[in-house]
């Protein structure tokens, strides 16, 4: 099992940036995919960011360009970072933790964060 808690989020301005914070604990490998998504009201969970412990990004298309991952492999946490924010950018955050590189085994979940995006 691993365990995940979220931090961040909020009211944040349009064109301005989030910074939202995932640590894990439990029972980690050393191979492991780390990242963030994210739902909006009435869609489904679509993908921000991930990271593996390998390096591999994999990035959201309505995010790209926008979106920065930063993992400390040691610490187990991953920050995101989200640029020139959208009102499409409002939903609930969910930090997301999976022990393969591949995307084998299951995906363990946060609880999520909620971010509004207004101007």
């Known amino acids: 099992q691993v365990q995940l808690v979220e931090s961040g989020g909020g009211l944040v301005q349009t064109g301005g940036s989030l910074r939202l914070s995932c640590a894990a604990s439990?029972?980690?490998?050393?191979?492991?995919?780390m990242g963030w998504y994210r739902q909006a009201a009435t869609k489904q969970r679509e993908l921000v960011v991930t990271r593996t412990s390998g390096g591999w990004l994999n990035y959201g298309d309505s995010v790209r360009g926008r979106a920065t991952i930063n993992r400390d492999l040691f610490k187990f946490t991953a920050d995101l970072v989200l640029n020139d924010l959208k009102a499409e950018d409002s939903g609930v955050y969910y930090c997301?933790?999976?022990?393969?590189?591949?995307?084998?085994?299951?995906?363990?979940w946060g609880q999520g964060t909620q971010v509004t995006v207004s101007s």
């Open positions: 997301m933790f999976r022990n393969s590189e591949d995307g084998a085994g299951d995906m363990y």
């Open positions: 439990g029972t980690i490998q050393a191979r492991n995919t």
